[in-house]
C-alpha cells in the first residue's frame, strides 16, 4: 500500500527536523542535563514539525543511550516504542476527544507506571479543542502528575487556550520554515526517489507552502502523481492553477500604471486557460505586500522570503510604483478573497476591483483621493506642468501633458488675465477690458518677505497665501478653492467650505498639511495662526446658536433668572 510522501519523510530523529534549530538545541540540552519539565507546549502553524518533534523527543527521554540527534533507534526501548503497540506513548486527538469524561479517563489512567522507559508520555494534538470542562478536569493532573508522566500538547492557536494551562508548561513556538531550507529538503528527497525538479518549480512549491512542510511534501507528491519523474514550473502551476511570477509582474504594472484594459485581458487570459481567480489573487495580494515592504523599509530582505532574483526584480518595481496606490490596492483586495469565495460571479467581482485599482478618480474616498494626487506630485517633481499662472499659450510646445490634464483643470488665478474668446474674420477687435483686468506686465514676483511686510491680516492676505500654495504646494491650493477664511480670537482662523466638501476637509486636517498651511500663511503675514475647518452649513448652526444665546441673556437681565425658564421645543 502505498504511504504519502510527508509520512515517508517524517523525521526519526533530531537531525532530520528542518528550520527548528533552537527548539532542537534546548530539548537536546534537557535531554543532556536530565531536567526534563512535566509539561510542554508545543505552538505554531501547520507543517512546522510540532508532532513530530513531540514524538521524537517521547522516545528521546526514554532512550537507554540518547545522542545528540535523539533517540538511539537500537536498544530495546526504542524498539519497542517505534511500533504501534507500545502504551507508554499515547497520542490523543483533542479535535474528537474534547469532553470532560475523555479527560477524566485520562486523569484515571496516569497513575498506571510507564511499560518499558521511565516515563509515560501524552501528546494531545489540537489541545485548544478542549472544551471548558476538559480543562478544568486536567488543570490539577497538569499541575502536580506522578513523576513517571510528561504532558506534551501541540496546537495551532495557543491563545485559545486558558492562562491556567499556559502558565504550567514550558511553551516553544515553532516557527514557519524559511523558504530555501523547504527547497533543500525537497531537492533531498527528490535525489533519494531518482526524480527530476526544475529549480523554478520547487520555489514555486515552497511559496505555496508557506512555511509549512506537510503542505510542501503533499503538493510535491501531487506533482509526482501528475508528472512522473520529471516535473517542470508549468507542470506546478497547472496543478496550483495559477501563473507564475512573470505574469504577477505584468498584472502588477498594470495595476500601478493604471492599465485597466491589459489588468482585465489578464483575468480573461486566466479563466480561458482554466485557472483559478481566488488563487490568483491570493498571489496578486501577496506580491503587493513584498511590493509594499521593499518600498517601505531600505533592508527588506529580513522581512521577505524570496528568492534573490525575485527580490532584484520586487525592488526594481517597486521604484516605479506609488505608495498610497500599493496601500489602497492591499485594502481592496483583501476583503475580496472572502467575497470571491461565496460568489456565484467571481469575475464581475474581480472586474470591478480591477476598475477600482486603475481609475482612483472614479471612487469617492479618502485613499483615492490621495492616490490620485500622490501621482500627480509624482508628475510635477518629475517635470511635468498642471497648473499656470498665466494662461497656457496656444504652441504645442507648452501644452499640458494629456496623463496630467486628465486630472487637474485649469482655473485663471484671481485678478489677473482673463481670456477673451473672439469670432473669426479680420475686423473683429477685442474690447477693452477693465484697468483691474488688464494683463500685467511681466515681471519678478514679490518675494515673500516684501509680501509680509506689505499686509499682516491673513484674511486680506489670503490671495497672496493661495498664489504661494500654488507654487510650492498645488494638492493643499486645489483643496482651498472657494474657501472663506474668517479670523477669530486667539489666532484661531476658521476656513468656511462650500456644501459637500468633506474630503477637502480630511486633506487639510491631516498633519502634515494642516502643518504645511499655517507655516505658509506664518510666511505671508507674518502671524502665527491655529487653522479650523468648518463647512457652511455648521457656520450657520453656530449663528444660530449665538442668537439664541442673545434672547436668553436679555430675558434674564429684564425678568430676572428666578422666573425665566429655557425649554427646548420638540
Request: charged letters at 25%.
Amino acid at each position: 500500500m502505498y504511504t504519502a510522501l510527508y509520512r515517508q519523510w517524517r523525521p526519526n530523529t533530531f537531525q532530520d527536523v528542518v528550520g527548528q534549530d533552537t527548539i532542537v538545541r534546548t530539548l537536546n540540552n534537557q535531554i543532556a542535563s536530565g531536567h526534563i519539565a512535566h509539561a510542554y507546549l508545543f505552538c505554531g502553524s501547520r507543517g512546522t514539525g510540532k508532532t513530530s518533534t513531540a514524538k521524537i523527543f517521547a522516545r528521546a527521554i526514554n532512550c537507554i543511550s540518547p545522542d545528540e540527534h535523539g533517540p538511539c533507534g537500537k536498544c530495546e526501548v526504542c524498539r519497542n516504542l517505534s511500533s504501534d503497540s507500545n502504551m507508554d506513548i499515547v497520542e490523543i486527538d483533542a479535535a474528537s476527544n474534547n469532553g470532560v469524561d475523555e479527560i477524566r479517563d485520562l486523569r484515571d489512567k496516569v497513575r498506571f507506571p510507564p511499560a518499558v522507559g521511565r516515563y509515560k508520555v501524552y501528546i494531545i494534538d489540537e489541545v485548544h479543542m478542549l472544551s471548558i470542562g476538559a480543562f478544568n478536569a486536567l488543570l490539577k493532573t497538569l499541575e502536580e502528575p506522578p513523576a513517571h508522566v510528561v504532558f506534551i500538547l501541540a496546537t495551532t492557536e495557543p491563545h485559545k487556550l486558558p492562562a491556567t494551562i499556559l502558565s504550567r508548561c514550558q511553551r516553544f513556538d515553532f516557527k514557519r520554515i524559511p523558504l530555501k531550507t523547504l527547497v533543500n529538503r525537497m531537492k533531498t528527497i527528490c535525489e533519494n526517489m531518482n526524480v527530476t525538479v526544475e529549480e523554478e518549480g520547487l520555489n514555486t512549491i515552497a511559496r505555496w507552502a508557506e512555511g509549512g512542510m506537510r503542505d510542501a511534501l503533499s503538493l510535491l507528491d501531487q506533482c509526482m502523481s501528475f508528472c512522473g519523474s520529471h516535473i517542470t514550473n508549468d507542470d506546478v502551476l497547472d496543478i496550483l492553477g495559477t501563473e507564475d511570477q512573470s505574469f504577477l509582474f505584468q498584472a502588477s504594472d498594470d495595476i500601478l500604471t493604471g492599465n485597466l484594459q491589459g489588468l482585465l485581458h489578464k483575468i480573461g487570459r486566466l479563466l480561458d486557460n482554466g485557472k483559478e481567480l481566488n488563487v490568483f489573487l491570493r498571489d496578486l495580494l501577496n506580491h503587493m505586500r513584498n511590493l509594499l515592504i521593499v518600498k517601505s523599509c531600505n533592508t527588506p530582505e529580513g522581512l521577505l522570503d524570496v528568492a534573490e532574483s525575485t527580490l532584484e526584480q520586487l525592488k526594481s518595481q517597486a521604484k516605479a510604483a506609488s505608495e498610497a496606490r500599493l496601500i489602497r490596492a492591499i485594502e481592496l483586495l483583501s476583503p475580496l478573497e472572502s467575497e470571491m469565495r461565496y460568489s456565484s460571479q467571481p469575475r464581475i467581482l474581480m472586474e470591478l476591483a480591477a476598475v477600482k485599482l486603475c481609475r482612483p478618480q472614479s471612487e469617492a474616498s479618502l485613499e483615492a483621493l490621495l492616490d490620485r494626487i500622490e501621482l500627480l506630485e509624482k508628475k510635477l517633481n518629475n517635470g511635468g506642468t498642471v497648473v499656470y499662472d498665466v494662461p497656457p499659450p496656444a504652441n504645442d510646445e507648452h501644452e499640458i501633458p494629456i496623463a496630467a490634464a486628465a486630472d487637474i483643470q485649469y482655473v485663471p488665478p484671481v485678478d489677473e488675465y482673463i481670456p477673451v474668446i473672439m469670432p473669426e474674420g479680420p475686423d473683429n477687435k477685442p474690447e477693452e477690458l477693465p484697468a483691474k483686468q488688464k494683463p500685467a506686465k511681466p515681471g519678478k514676483k514679490e518675494s515673500v518677505q516684501q509680501i509680509a511686510n506689505k499686509v499682516q491680516d491673513p484674511v486680506a492676505a489670503w490671495p497672496d497665501i493661495m498664489d504661494l500654495l500654488s507654487r510650492e504646494r498645488q494638492s493643499i491650493h486645489a483643496a482651498l478653492i472657494g474657501v472663506r477664511p474668517q479670523m477669530g480670537a486667539n489666532g484661531v482662523m476658521t476656513l468656511i467650505f462650500p456644501p459637500a466638501s468633506g474630503f477637502h476637509i480630511m486633506l487639510i486636517e491631516q498633519e502634515k498639511s494642516r502643518k504645511f498651511l499655517e507655516e505658509t500663511i506664518e510666511k505671508v503675514t507674518g502671524q502665527q495662526v491655529k487653522i479650523k475647518c468648518m463647512m457652511q452649513d455648521q457656520m450657520k448652526e453656530q449663528e444660530l446658536d449665538a442668537d439664541d444665546d442673545y434672547v436668553v441673556r436679555k430675558a434674564i437681565e429684564v425678568f430676572g433668572e428666578d422666573i425665566v425658564e429655557v425649554v427646548d421645543e420638540e
